[in-house]
């Protein structure tokens, strides 16, 4: 696997995935549990932010301390499923500026069309975080890459929840400057593109949509 994908196999996350997966779980917990690992998986696609230098006073003294740099982040949902991973994310940046990208994906072909797209101004400027819960066939994800570098976007990192081996190999190859960060690579993809073993339709189970 490439050195570019990283898993955050923190027990609590697993623990947590488990619970997700679970065919039984309710559409508020498992709401609950992706806001809870989206902050594990946030924590680590930031981990090399640049800091700069503030003074302040503390209730004891004077002293010089670290705080962001640069420009305000971005974070770019995939629509629909990316906002089931962007409540934890301005959790932990609550400044950031927020874009969005809406794809839906052809069942007969398996390729992306976009229906909607508004990011912040000054992409090139700023770090820039893409958020979609499951990178299956890879091919939404390489689509949204493509359409925010086309706008300027260059320091981009990747967020999903789940993650199978030929989507990895699919977006890694297309965007190889690009760091994904996952929970889990789980074990293939099914005959209908789903993620084996999976936990099913995200977005159906984050909006309780599923049979409507």
Do not use: W
């Not at 800091?51 to 770019?76: D, H, Q, S, Y």
């Not at 770090?127 to 979609?132: A, C, E, G, I, S």
């Not at 297309?174 to 960060?181: I, L, N, S």
Request: with cysteine; hydrophobic share 40%.
């Amino acid at each position: 696997m490439t050195s570019n994908v990283t898993i955050v196999d923190h027990p609590l996350v697993q623990h947590k995935l488990t619970l997700m997966r679970r065919r039984e779980a309710s559409t508020a917990e498992f709401r609950k549990l992706l806001r809870e690992i989206g902050l594990f998986l946030g924590y680590e696609a930031l981990r090399d932010l640049q800091l700069g230098k503030i003074n302040i006073e503390t209730p004891v003294c004077a002293t010089e301390a670290p705080v962001l740099a640069g420009k305000k982040l971005t974070f770019i949902s995939v629509l629909r499923a990316g906002d089931g991973l962007l409540g934890p994310m301005l959790d932990l940046v609550p400044s950031a500026r927020v874009g969005q990208i809406g794809l839906a994906r052809d069942e007969k072909t398996l390729q992306p069309t976009k229906y909607f797209f508004k990011v912040p101004k000054g992409l090139a400027e700023r770090t820039t975080v893409v958020l979609d819960p499951m990178l299956a066939t890879g091919n939404s994800a390489v689509r949204a890459i493509e359409e925010i570098k086309a706008v300027g976007a260059k320091d981009i990192r990747f967020v999903c929840l789940l993650a199978a081996p030929e989507g990895i190999e699919t977006f890694t190859k297309a965007h190889p400057d690009v760091p994904v960060v996952t929970a889990s690579i789980d074990e293939k993809l099914n005959e209908k593109s789903y993620i084996v073993p999976g936990l099913g339709d995200a977005g159906d189970r984050l909006f309780g949509t599923k049979g409507v």
